[in-house]
């Protein structure tokens, strides 16, 4: 089966730009992550502060997930309905760390969008909306 090249596989960056890391937890590709106090990795705010953005499973040891801190052209999942503008700031849902649109419930971060809604393939193989962020200096 060949790839389709328009659409984006969650789980990587389009550039080698970036710095990745691997972090105690599961959190699915394309979700703004949080550092909780114990190590661990979490979606939700309450957890703690903005760490990066989940790149899936990480492959050299079970129960961890690669988080890009840093990079350029990273795929994130866009809450329903949600449509952002190229060059504009990403704001982040406080419950799913998915991309939404700015104000309550939602944190703005260090990061702009590169692309509009886009197709990404989940590691299953099914089709999500997602958005290309460049987070030059991390979230």
Do not use: H, W
Request: aromatic residues 2%; glycine residues 16%; hydrophobic residues 40%.
């Amino acid at each position: 089966m060949s790839q389709d090249a328009s659409k984006i596989a969650l789980g990587g960056t389009n550039s080698s730009d970036k710095t990745v890391d691997p972090y105690k937890g599961a959190v699915d590709a394309g979700k703004v992550v949080r550092l909780k106090s114990d190590g661990t990795i979490s979606v939700a705010k309450a957890d703690g502060e903005i760490l990066g953005v989940s790149l899936g499973g990480d492959l050299s040891d079970a129960g961890y997930t690669s988080v890009c801190r840093r990079g350029l052209e990273v795929p994130v999942l866009l809450t329903d309905g949600f449509t952002p503008a190229i060059g504009a700031q990403v704001s982040i849902n406080d419950t799913t760390g998915a991309a939404n649109a700015a104000g309550a419930g939602n944190t703005a971060v260090n990061a702009i969008y590169k692309s509009g809604v886009l197709t990404g393939i989940t590691a299953l193989g099914a089709e999500v909306r997602v958005a290309l962020i460049d987070m030059q200096g991390g979230l």
